[in-house]
């Protein structure tokens, strides 16, 4: 069977070939992003909620993180730049998702293991066309040594797309940098981290993982067949990142992104979707209501024999006052004392 490919290239899209069983339908118009008929992440709804609030504190944790912001008294309101490594001004850089808080922590949970997505770590101080081919995996991270197991090597940018409107201009605004910096002229660079701070390897791996899938697609669009659409994948990533990070400290990563059969596919959500169903009704079929038809009534005529033993309690106790044992008479007797 041929294998299937997403509609269009984006990390819903490409996720949710590849992970089905993590996506639904979108609720509300809030949750799209693209079509309105394309799945999104389980956990889409809780994202949406925080994302605002989250925004500030995750640049304030990238500046810190990276020493942005610990600048010598004469590059007052400057940004480091890892792109040029140089004093900026703060407009020039914006902060920047490697992994995309689109996807959620659930996804991120599946794929690379429990951790935040709006820490620092997640994260790069980066000029708005560099944030762009980014985001459009034009352009990813590497490692500068494959061979290297430190927590603090080195990374380089590596250009997939040079025709991605995002790097086919300066990467700072027009007459304000002498040197006027393309985006392709990055390729090959080394990022210049202040410390020994670094984002996670991991995420710069599935990072990179879907830009080299994107490419393979497009440079292939006649191969549908799984081993050899892998086999070039695979080889790509084995020449950037090494085999020992795609076979072994990477691997889980790696699985996610191999590629799927289309009667597969179709077969798994299927059965996910009807388990998923089945789920739900189960938990509906269990669900205690307040009231049910039988233990209404119970409440019901338990609330009337206690009114009744206080009414007849009462009711004693006035018999008693009034010298009578019933209840006509103690009626009679009242009526005529009004009247």
Same mark, same amino acid.
């Given at each position: 069977?041929?294998?299937?490919?997403?509609?269009?290239?984006?990390?819903?899209?490409?996720?949710?070939?590849?992970?089905?069983?993590?996506?639904?339908?979108?609720?509300? &118009?809030?949750? =799209? %992003?693209? #079509?309105?008929?394309?799945?999104? !992440?389980?956990?889409?709804?809780?994202?949406?909620?925080? @994302?605002?609030?989250?925004?500030?504190?995750?640049?304030?944790?990238?500046?810190?993180?990276?020493?942005?912001?610990?600048?010598?008294?004469?590059?007052?309101?400057?940004?480091?730049?890892?792109?040029?490594?140089?004093?900026? &001004?703060?407009? =020039? %850089?914006? #902060?920047?998702?490697?992994?995309? !808080?689109?996807?959620?922590?659930?996804?991120?949970?599946? @794929?690379?293991?429990?951790?935040?997505?709006?820490?620092?770590?997640?994260?790069?101080?980066?000029?708005?066309?560099?944030?762009?081919?980014?985001?459009?995996?034009?352009?990813?991270?590497?490692?500068?040594?494959?061979?290297?197991?430190?927590?603090?090597?080195?990374?380089?940018?590596?250009?997939?797309?040079?025709?991605?409107?995002?790097?086919?201009?300066?990467?700072?605004?027009?007459?304000?940098?002498?040197?006027?910096?393309?985006?392709?002229?990055?390729?090959?660079?080394?990022?210049?981290?202040?410390?020994?701070?670094?984002?996670?390897?991991?995420?710069?791996?599935?990072?990179?993982?879907?830009?080299?899938?994107?490419?393979?697609?497009?440079?292939?669009?006649?191969?549908?067949?799984?081993?050899?659409?892998?086999?070039?994948?695979?080889?790509?990533?084995?020449?950037?990142?090494?085999?020992?990070?795609?076979?072994?400290?990477?691997?889980?990563?790696?699985?996610?992104?191999?590629?799927?059969?289309?009667?597969?596919?179709?077969?798994?959500?299927?059965?996910?979707?009807?388990?998923?169903?089945?789920?739900?009704?189960?938990?509906?079929?269990?669900?205690?209501?307040?009231?049910?038809?039988?233990?209404?009534?119970?409440?019901?005529?338990?609330?009337?024999?206690?009114?009744?033993?206080?009414?007849?309690?009462?009711?004693?106790?006035?018999?008693?006052?009034?010298?009578?044992?019933?209840?006509?008479?103690?009626?009679?007797?009242?009526?005529?004392?009004?009247?």
């Amino acid at each position: 069977m041929s294998m299937i490919k997403p509609l269009r290239w984006s990390p819903r899209a490409l996720l949710g070939v590849q992970l089905p069983h993590l996506f639904r339908k979108p609720k509300s &118009p809030q949750e =799209w %992003i693209g #079509p309105s008929n394309e799945r999104v !992440p389980l956990d889409a709804h809780e994202q949406h909620m925080y @994302i605002t609030r989250l925004q500030k504190s995750f640049k304030k944790d990238i500046l810190t993180r990276y020493g942005i912001n610990q600048r010598p008294a004469e590059c007052t309101n400057k940004f480091w730049s890892i792109l040029t490594g140089e004093w900026v &001004p703060e407009s =020039w %850089i914006h #902060p920047t998702h490697i992994y995309p !808080p689109a996807l959620g922590s659930m996804l991120r949970e599946e @794929i690379m293991g429990p951790g935040p997505v709006w820490q620092g770590n997640n994260g790069l101080m980066l000029p708005k066309p560099i944030k762009k081919a980014l985001d459009d995996w034009a352009l990813t991270i590497v490692p500068d040594d494959v061979a290297s197991t430190s927590k603090d090597m080195d990374y380089r940018w590596k250009v997939v797309d040079p025709s991605n409107e995002g790097l086919r201009v300066q990467v700072y605004p027009k007459y304000q940098y002498a040197t006027e910096l393309m985006g392709v002229d990055i390729d090959g660079r080394l990022l210049a981290f202040r410390g020994n701070a670094r984002p996670l390897s991991a995420i710069l791996y599935f990072h990179c993982c879907c830009a080299i899938w994107k490419r393979t697609c497009l440079q292939n669009p006649d191969i549908s067949d799984v081993d050899e659409f892998s086999e070039i994948f695979l080889g790509a990533m084995k020449e950037l990142w090494g085999e020992k990070m795609v076979n072994y400290t990477h691997g889980q990563i790696t699985m996610v992104f191999k590629p799927r059969k289309e009667g597969e596919l179709r077969n798994e959500i299927t059965t996910r979707d009807s388990s998923y169903d089945m789920e739900v009704k189960q938990v509906k079929r269990e669900k205690p209501k307040k009231f049910k038809r039988e233990e209404a009534k119970k409440v019901r005529s338990d609330k009337k024999d206690k009114y009744d033993k206080y009414d007849r309690n009462d009711r004693s106790e006035r018999y008693a006052r009034n010298g009578t044992s019933d209840w006509d008479t103690f009626v009679r007797q009242a009526n005529n004392h009004m009247s």
